[in-house]
């Protein structure tokens, strides 16, 4: 097989060789080349030790000189060159205590996490793949490298990436595998909040976040997403749905476009179901409140896993207002706009088409209507550019100032009642209007 490496991968490639070094494009950029996609970086692993590397280049930063990388810098752009190593204990389920440099390249794989993230590659000796990658990726399975209890051992989040990469690639996981991230799911307590969120990230918006099962079936958001386990193994015994919680979360994750914050919303829209449930006496289950219960336990399990505070508020505004009522007027729609915010509303459309489509057939044509109302009536809207917020308002509290107002909170009040008047009544939103509404209102305060 023949693989086409960038030139600067080449150059740094051949000035090793050249010095008689070995030196080889290592792990995921081989595997996505072979799959045909156009990797994000190129990892380079060499019998080199970091000194003989720096040697060699011009401009080189010590990135992880510890355990034997050393980053080339070509026109600001660095190629991370890590020397074969053999890793000793692992004492924090990610680092290894210390490790031994090693001039053969099969015991620098064997340490590697996947088979298919096991393969080198070199245009003098082309694809080395000892330990059966291309099978592998032939057969769409993700195996470990060796001893999956071994591997696991040594770094637990590779568990999560076990299942991240099948979400990724559209692979199962091999039934070895399998068994030992049952077996030892519990290590992931031992890793961070943000290793684990990347890992989650890649998963939700990878092409088939649905995998998530997958994580729960081997006992994984037991331990990072337990809340997740819980709708799981809730029922909705209820015409508008024909999955239990968590499967109607799957299948919504599916509906929506691979953006972080859409899948983050659909994957927490639904959280507070469980803690909300109840069952009338004809047997048919309900969750009323459950996006308020959600809208909190949606903050405490963004805060716990370190998401960005800006990832935080837009993920529990979806879970505050996916199925918020509103009302299928002009005037219901602007109301809705203003109080859920002219950046966030438009989501909303996505959002519940997602939500209608994990649910069950019951209504759904006349759901789907609705929807289409809704956006129909947003979009007149925005053609007509009618006012949605105070900044759009005719006036502002300068003006409301030169009228006579003291500066303080009655001129926010009053903007606020000039702004609900114009949610109601767009054609009042003028300066004159406004301006005379106003001052009609100061002199009755008098």
Same mark, same amino acid.
């Given at each position: ?157 590779r568990m999560l990436r076990a299942v991240r990469f099948s979400a990724q690639l559209g692979y199962q996981i091999e039934e070895g595998t399998k068994a030992a991230i049952r077996k030892m799911a519990t290590n992931l307590k031992l890793i961070s909040a943000e290793r684990i969120q990347s890992e989650l990230v890649k ?122 009522e509103i009302g299928l007027t002009e005037s219901g729609v602007r109301r809705a706009v203003s109080r859920m915010g002219e950046d966030f509303f438009p989501l909303l459309f996505a959002v519940r088409r997602a939500d209608i489509q994990a649910q069950s057939d019951y209504l759904r044509e006349e759901k789907m209507q ?6 129909? =009536?947003?979009?007149?809207? /925005?053609?007509?550019? &009618?006012? @949605?917020?105070?900044? #759009?308002?005719?006036?502002?509290? *300068? !003006? ?22 114009? =949610?109601?009544?767009?054609? /009042?939103?003028?300066? &004159?209007? @406004?301006?005379?509404? #106003?001052?009609?209102?100061?002199? *009755? !305060?008098?």
């Amino acid at each position: 097989m023949q693989i086409q490496l960038p030139d600067k991968v080449s150059e740094i490639i051949d000035r090793l060789g050249a010095a008689g070094y070995e030196a080889y494009a290592v792990g995921g950029c081989i595997r996505d080349s072979v799959l045909g996609r156009e990797p994000n970086d190129w990892d380079i692993t060499t019998s080199a030790k970091p000194e003989e590397v720096k040697q060699l280049f011009p401009r080189t930063i010590d990135t992880g000189i510890k355990h034997g990388t050393v980053t080339i810098m070509f026109d600001r752009e660095g190629f991370e060159v890590t020397t074969y190593r053999i890793d000793g204990d692992y004492e924090d389920g990610r680092h290894p205590k210390e490790v031994t440099f090693t001039a053969c390249l099969e015991e620098d794989l064997k340490r590697r996490d996947f088979t298919i993230n096991a393969m080198a590659y070199n245009e003098q000796s082309g694809l080395v793949d000892i330990f059966g990658g291309m099978k592998d990726i032939q057969q769409n399975v993700v195996r470990c490298v060796g001893n999956a209890q071994e591997r696991f051992a040594e770094d637990a989040l590779r568990m999560l990436r076990a299942v991240r990469f099948s979400a990724q690639l559209g692979y199962q996981i091999e039934e070895g595998t399998k068994a030992a991230i049952r077996k030892m799911a519990t290590n992931l307590k031992l890793i961070s909040a943000e290793r684990i969120q990347s890992e989650l990230v890649k998963l939700v918006t990878s092409p088939y976040p649905d995998y998530l099962r997958m994580a729960y079936e081997t006992g994984i958001t037991k331990q990072i997403l337990p809340e997740f386990d819980l709708c799981m193994e809730t029922a909705q015994n209820n015409p508008h749905h024909c999955y239990s919680v968590g499967e109607h979360i799957l299948h919504s994750m599916q509906e929506i476009e691979a953006d972080k914050v859409l899948r983050l919303g659909m994957l927490f829209h639904d959280i507070g179901k469980p803690q909300t449930l109840t069952i009338d006496e004809a047997g048919v289950t309900h969750n009323k409140g459950h996006a308020d219960v959600g809208e909190k336990m949606t903050r405490d399990i963004l805060q716990r896993l370190k998401f960005d505070n800006d990832t935080q508020d837009k993920v529990i505004k979806i879970v505050r207002y996916h199925d918020q009522e509103i009302g299928l007027t002009e005037s219901g729609v602007r109301r809705a706009v203003s109080r859920m915010g002219e950046d966030f509303f438009p989501l909303l459309f996505a959002v519940r088409r997602a939500d209608i489509q994990a649910q069950s057939d019951y209504l759904r044509e006349e759901k789907m209507q609705k929807l289409a109302q809704m956006k129909e =009536l947003y979009d007149g809207i /925005c053609r007509r550019k &009618e006012c @949605l917020s105070l900044k #759009s308002l005719a006036v502002t509290g *300068s !003006d409301l100032i030169a009228l006579g107002m003291s500066p303080g909170r009655e001129i926010g009040e009053l903007l606020q009642e000039l702004l609900d008047l114009v =949610l109601d009544n767009p054609e /009042c939103n003028t300066r &004159e209007e @406004l301006l005379r509404i #106003s001052e009609e209102k100061i002199r *009755s !305060d008098k």
